[in-house]
Structures are given as C-alpha cells and as structure tokens.
T-cell receptor, first 114, second 113 residues
Framework: DTEVTQTPKHLVMGMTNKKSLKCEQHMGHRAMYWYKQKAKKPPELMFVYSYEKLSINESVPSRFSPECPNSSLLNLHLHALQPEDSALYLC?????????????FGPGTRLLVL | AQSVTQLGSHVSVSEGALVLLRCNYSSSVPPYLFWYVQYPNQGLQLLLKYTSAATLVKGINGFEAEFKKSETSFHLTKPSAHMSDAAEYFCAVRTGGGNKLTFGTGTQLKVEL
C-alpha cells in the first residue's frame, strides 16, 4: 500500500478562520512533508518532519503551523490566512528522510481563502 | 546548489508518436533525479528515479529516462504516446541535506488524435 490520504479535499475559509489540514500514511514512513502548489507552478516545500521532529522549515509564515502527533499523522494548522495562500496543499511521505528515497504524495487539499 | 531546468513548458504530440520531455540538472555531486507526473486535480505520482545504479531507468506506464553525465541531462521518453499520458510532468532533484526535492517548472504534455 503506497497511499497517502489527505482531508479535506476542498476547503474554503475566511481570513479570520482557523482550520486544519490532515495527512495520514500507513506505510511505516518516518519522514513527512508539506508542499504548497500554486496553479501552473511546481510544488514548493514548506516543512519536513523526520522521526516526528521538525527538520526543515522553509521560512514559512507563522500563520501556517505544522504538527506531527505521531509517525502516521501530519497536520497543518491554518490561522489568519491571506487570499494569496489559496493553493493546492500536498502532503508526502518517505522512508526516513535520507536522500534518494521516493516521496509518495497525497491527492492534496485545495484551499481557497476569501 | 542542485537545480533542474525543464525546456519547453508545453509539448504537443500525436497519439502513437514519440514523447520526449527534457530535463537538465545542475549538481556538484552525483544527483538523485526524479520524474513525477501530475494529472489534473491530483497529487504527484512517481514515474521513475535515478540513484546511480543504472544510467537507463525504466519507469511505469512505458516511460524511461537516461542519465547522461556528459550532457547533464535526464530526459524522459516514451516510444508511443497515449491519450492517457496527457498531464503535467515534473523533473526534480534532491537538494541539500536530507530528502529535500527541488522541482523544475514542469512540462504540460498534450496528446492529440
């Protein structure tokens, strides 16, 4: 099973709302990632968790707050977002964050900020 | 710093024709290179990856890519295009420490009857 699941599929939120995106994998992977993808652009890395610890934060604004409650789950908490944050948010996982591994991507959550 | 360049943001081929999507890399060390495909409104799916085991890499759905160090290239090919191949294709390279991926700008493949 090489599936990464993400919920919800779509999310519309106002700039004052608080919402969370959820990602789950059951492949025994120990590295999990959040990417942001704008329309017609490549994915851009936001965060990497390795063994449930935040290992990379690509200078993402604090209105995005990641959380890794356990090795199978990854959340992205959203607060006071801006319309320019509207995008497809992709989660991925890989074996343990060492170079050369395959990253398996979920289907994404399409976020619209009004 | 490692990076990849994809030449041609849009490629159009006829069904049954050869598919060639170009990717050139820049790396001071032997790179890990990947090709991913993204269908509309979906996540990314790995087509194939190069990790120095063999220069000709075979992937899923009939795709393959050849690592050419002398040309710093990792072009993706498929002998015969199918309508279902229409999608966005991304070349990616591992950059820095850990497993950070940097993606090329993508190539939209259109397959015409």
């Amino acid at each position: 099973d090489t599936e990464v699941t993400q919920t919800p599929k779509h999310l519309v939120m106002g700039m004052t709302n608080k919402k969370s995106l959820k990602c789950e994998q059951h492949m025994g992977h120990r590295a999990m990632y959040w990417y942001k993808q704008k329309a017609k652009k490549p994915p851009e890395l936001m965060f990497v968790y390795s063994y449930e610890k935040l290992s990379i934060n690509e200078s993402v604004p604090s209105r995005f707050s990641p959380e890794c409650p356990n090795s199978s789950l990854l959340n992205l908490h959203l607060h006071a977002l801006q319309p320019e944050d509207s995008a497809l948010y992709l989660c991925a996982s890989s074996q343990d964050g060492v170079g050369g591994e395959t990253q398996y991507f979920g289907p994404g959550t399409r976020l619209l900020v009004l | 710093a490692q990076s990849v360049t994809q030449l041609g943001s849009h490629v159009s081929v006829s069904e049954g024709a050869l598919v060639l999507l170009r990717c050139n890399y820049s790396s001071s060390v032997p790179p890990y290179l990947f090709w991913y495909v993204q269908y509309p409104n979906q996540g990314l799916q790995l087509l194939l990856k190069y990790t120095s085991a063999a220069t000709l890499v075979k992937g899923i759905n009939g795709f393959e890519a050849e690592f050419k160090k002398s040309e710093t290239s990792f072009h993706l090919t498929k002998p015969s295009a199918h309508m279902s191949d229409a999608a966005e294709y991304f070349c990616a390279v591992r950059t820095g420490g850990g497993n950070k991926l940097t993606f090329g700008t993508g190539t939209q493949l259109k397959v015409e009857l």
